[in-house]
């Protein structure tokens, strides 16, 4: 074997590939990216660097999928961020970062006061007795969950100094006092014993763990008692998150976060503590990570509060109802120091705000997408790799021939010059061309042939039509199937309205 004849060689050209089974997918997310190499090459200064990026151009050419593969290049988050209960002021609760080294020895401390678990016929008699498992009057095990013993039919539960084994009075007293509890009794969740270990006599604690039992000794118990004095907190953003958050048409609950209602409040038996009611908005999950928001411009005010976050890279979270029980709490200096992604069509960019713009450009770049490349011969076979990337991203399609390549190359050569008057280019306008991969895929299964053929791509044309070219085929022309549209509702609406001003008629007329 010659060197590098074990690696998979990247074709030269369409010619030398027999079908996408020969088209090697990029590992490096970014390199799946079509045509757009500016656009990439500043997603890696992006990614590297941490700059915000606005994407300009029509949908479907590879805006989101940029954000995304940039968000592959980042390292993963190295905080996580709790909400802490303030206890001098609970409508106050505070932030916590923790950082990624203190989450693993906080998870290893966790593990360590989770016990040993072990089988109920393992642990004392009288122990398993007390905690529901041991049936005190026949000793037979069954679950805890089950009040009466499956063997003999009493109740399991164990009175303090009158059910044990040692109460000579059990069977005449027991049934009576037995009334006294709850029906069917209610074996006890924790007991607490002594035992001599090493010579050393030491508290354990025996819990009830489902159909086991959880022992934990004397050092758990501690690490345990440790942990119970810290304030009550709970995660508001987790550590193993995603690194790509989208807000595209994001509410301004959803983009900034809010405090759950609650009718009893605060209030600590009947209602739930402010800090348990936080919600974070999708700038605190993207903090560490990407904020991709597509259509920028229809966030319309909301887009003040994004420019705010990227220059303060902190964000309060409070109750947005004021209605709400929520409306007074308000959790400050949330961190959320992302990278922002946002895309926007050229006929929109006048509805971007201009400090939003100015930020973005000050520490960040502006990049207009290609819709068209040239068409050679390094450029269909991008057209090549696309068709197997679509192949192995929907799962269901199967491989397609080099001629049903070349078919979906001659599509792409048409559409460049019919959209975008490019003559001699490929479109990059992708997603509906992977709409045609799909249909021709569809079609190929359907009929059970091994490969996607340029039969199938062929057939594939003319199911994929806009509906506006359905429309003209119909009527002759959109402003046609329009006049028809409204004539007939027009038709409609009178024969209504004519039934209503004459019921008498029986109809519409």
């Known amino acids: 074997m010659s060197a590098g004849e074990g690696t998979r060689r990247l074709p030269a050209a369409v010619d030398e590939i027999q079908s996408t089974l020969d088209m090697p997918i990029p590992t490096d997310p970014l390199e799946r990216v079509i045509g757009q190499e500016k656009a990439v090459e500043i997603a890696r200064?992006?990614?590297?660097?941490?700059?915000?990026?606005?994407?300009?151009?029509?949908?479907?050419?590879?805006?989101?999928?940029?954000?995304?593969?940039?968000?592959?290049?980042?390292?993963?988050?190295?905080t996580e961020l709790r909400v802490v209960h303030n206890p001098e002021n609970p409508e106050r609760p505070t932030v916590e970062p923790v950082t990624r080294e203190e989450v693993y020895r906080e998870r290893e401390a966790a593990r360590s006061v989770e016990g040993e678990l072990i089988a109920p016929k393992e642990a004392p008699a009288?122990?398993?007795?007390?905690?529901?498992?041991?049936?005190?009057?026949?000793?037979?095990?069954?679950?805890?969950?089950?009040?009466?013993?499956?063997?003999?039919?009493?109740?399991?539960?164990?009175?303090p100094g009158v059910g044990g084994s040692g109460n000579p009075f059990r069977d005449l007293v027991g049934g009576i006092l037995e009334l006294t509890v709850s029906p069917g009794g209610n074996p006890q969740e924790s007991v607490r014993t002594t035992?001599?270990?090493?010579?050393?006599?030491?508290?354990?604690?025996?819990?009830?763990?489902?159909?086991?039992?959880?022992?934990?000794?004397?050092?758990?118990l501690e690490?345990?008692?440790?942990?119970?004095?810290?304030?009550?907190?709970?995660?508001?953003?987790?550590?193993?998150?995603?690194?790509?958050?989208?807000?595209?048409?994001?509410s301004e609950t959803e983009l900034l976060g809010d405090v759950r209602h609650d009718p009893y409040g605060g209030h600590p038996q009947l209602g739930t503590l402010p800090y348990e009611r936080i919600?974070?908005?999708?700038?605190?999950?993207?903090?560490e990570g990407v904020l991709f928001i597509d259509e920028l411009p229809h966030l319309g005010p909301l887009q003040r509060h994004i420019l705010t976050a990227m220059q303060e890279k902190r964000f309060p979270i409070s109750g947005r109802n004021p209605q709400s029980g929520g409306a007074a709490v308000r959790v400050d200096n949330v961190p959320c120091d992302f990278i922002l992604v946002a895309a926007a069509n050229i006929q929109d960019l006048h509805g971007i705000l201009s400090p939003l713009r100015s930020r973005i450009a000050?520490?960040?770049?502006?990049?207009?997408?290609?819709?068209?490349?040239?068409?050679?011969?390094?450029?269909?076979?991008?057209?090549?790799?696309?068709?197997?990337?679509?192949?192995?991203?929907?799962?269901?399609?199967?491989?397609?021939?080099?001629?049903?390549?070349?078919?979906?190359?001659?599509?792409?050569?048409?559409?460049?010059?019919?959209?975008?008057?490019?003559?001699h280019a490929l479109t990059l306008r992708l997603r509906e061309l992977g709409g045609l991969v799909r249909t021709a895929g569809d079609i190929a299964a359907v009929v059970g042939s091994e490969f996607v053929e340029a039969g199938h791509v062929r057939q594939a044309l003319g199911r994929a039509r806009s509906i506006e070219e359905q429309v003209r085929?119909?009527?002759?022309?959109?402003?046609?199937?329009?006049?028809?549209e409204s004539t007939e509702a027009q038709r409609q609406t009178v024969g209504y309205y004519s039934w209503n001003e004459h019921p008498d008629t029986g109809g519409y007329g």
């Open 45 to 78: 200064i992006a990614a590297y660097q941490h700059r915000h990026l606005l994407l300009v151009g029509p949908a479907g050419i590879g805006k989101s999928m940029t954000a995304q593969a940039l968000a592959l290049h980042l390292e993963r988050p190295r």
């Open 126 to 159: 009288a122990v398993a007795e007390r905690l529901g498992y041991r049936c005190p009057r026949c000793s037979f095990y069954s679950s805890p969950t089950e009040r009466y013993c499956p063997s003999c039919g009493n109740v399991k539960q164990v009175l």
């Open 195 to 220: 035992r001599l270990r090493n010579g050393t006599e030491e508290v354990v604690a025996y819990e009830r763990a489902g159909e086991r039992i959880k022992v934990l000794d004397q050092p758990a």
């Open 223 to 250: 690490r345990r008692r440790t942990l119970q004095k810290e304030s009550p907190r709970k995660v508001l953003v987790k550590l193993d998150r995603n690194t790509f958050v989208m807000a595209t048409g994001a």
């Open 279 to 287: 919600i974070p908005g999708v700038i605190h999950e993207a903090h």
């Open 362 to 423: 000050g520490s960040g770049y502006e990049v207009l997408l290609e819709t068209a490349m040239p068409d050679n011969d390094a450029n269909r076979l991008k057209i090549a790799q696309f068709c197997a990337q679509e192949i192995a991203l929907d799962g269901r399609i199967r491989p397609a021939t080099r001629e049903a390549i070349l078919e979906l190359i001659k599509e792409a050569r048409r559409r460049a010059e019919a959209i975008d008057g490019r003559r």
């Open 473 to 484: 085929e119909v009527y002759g022309s959109f402003q046609g199937g329009l006049r028809q």
